[in-house]
């Protein structure tokens, strides 16, 4: 039993550790590409095998997998309900803080978000205001944002991506002119799946490809 717990613990400290994200090394591979992915509000709520009525089964697992197969280090996980968006950005940003400190290149990580998670990372922009570090925001902006959460401001490389049937996510040029902090760039993708809000519970390629280029540097998406 003393072996088992034992066994416990040191894959719990794993997954933390994982999770946080700090390198203790001093000299950290510079061409490795990290990713915090903030899940969406449902995945918060509900047991992951939980289906929405409308939209199903959030893919969260599958959504890591994705960016893992393609070598990118993951860092997420599964929030407690009612989190406040706020106080969770402000934890992320102290990560991506240490990282920095650790030497890892700013252009090297990447925050992607959706829905709820979008705002979160929204805050992280505003938060760590590193014009170099990327983002991607994925159905989190509506016009009523400006006046309701006026206090984000876009900071870095930023990637939005939105679906035409979707009300929780439009066009967000207008947070793009009100924010304050340098933007180094900015690019905004529209998809027309007709899924509305559902489109960002799948790991689909329509959206986690352009994720993949934009944490590869590819602001052009070419």
């Known amino acids: 039993m003393n072996q088992l717990l034992k066994l416990f613990f040191a ?7 994982t999770f946080a994200g700090f390198s203790q090394s001093k000299t950290p591979n510079k061409d490795q590409r990290y990713i915090y992915f903030l899940h969406n509000k449902f995945v918060e709520e509900n047991a992951l095998n939980a289906a929405h009525p409308e939209y199903g089964k959030a893919e969260y697992n599958e959504i890591l997998a994705s960016f893992r197969k393609d070598n990118f280090i993951v860092f997420s ?16 940003t102290k990560q991506i803080k240490k ?3 650790n030497e890892v290149p700013p252009n090297k990580i990447t925050v992607i978000g959706t829905s709820k998670g979008g705002y979160i990372a929204q ?4 938060f760590l205001a590193n014009p170099d570090v990327n983002f ?13 959460i006026p206090d984000i401001n876009y900071c870095g490389n930023i990637l939005t991506i939105y679906e035409k049937s979707d009300i929780y996510g439009v066009d967000a040029t ?3 002119e009100t ?17 509305k809000h559902g ?22 998406l070419n």
């Open 199 to 220: 489109f960002l519970y799948k790991a689909a390629d329509n959206w986690i490809v352009p994720c993949k280029k934009w944490a590869n540097g590819n602001y052009d």
């Open 123 to 126: 805050y992280v922009s505003t």
């Open 77 to 92: 996980e599964i929030r407690k309900k009612n989190t406040n968006a706020y106080d969770y950005a402000e934890k992320i």
């Open 136 to 148: 991607v925001f994925i159905g989190c902006y509506m016009d009523t944002d400006i006046q309701e």
């Open 99 to 101: 990282q920095l400190k």
């Open 174 to 176: 207008k947070r793009k």
């Open 179 to 195: 924010s304050k902090l340098k933007i180094n760039h900015f690019k905004q993708i529209e998809l027309n799946t007709n899924l």
């Open 11 to 17: 894959f719990s400290l794993t997954l933390l550790s």
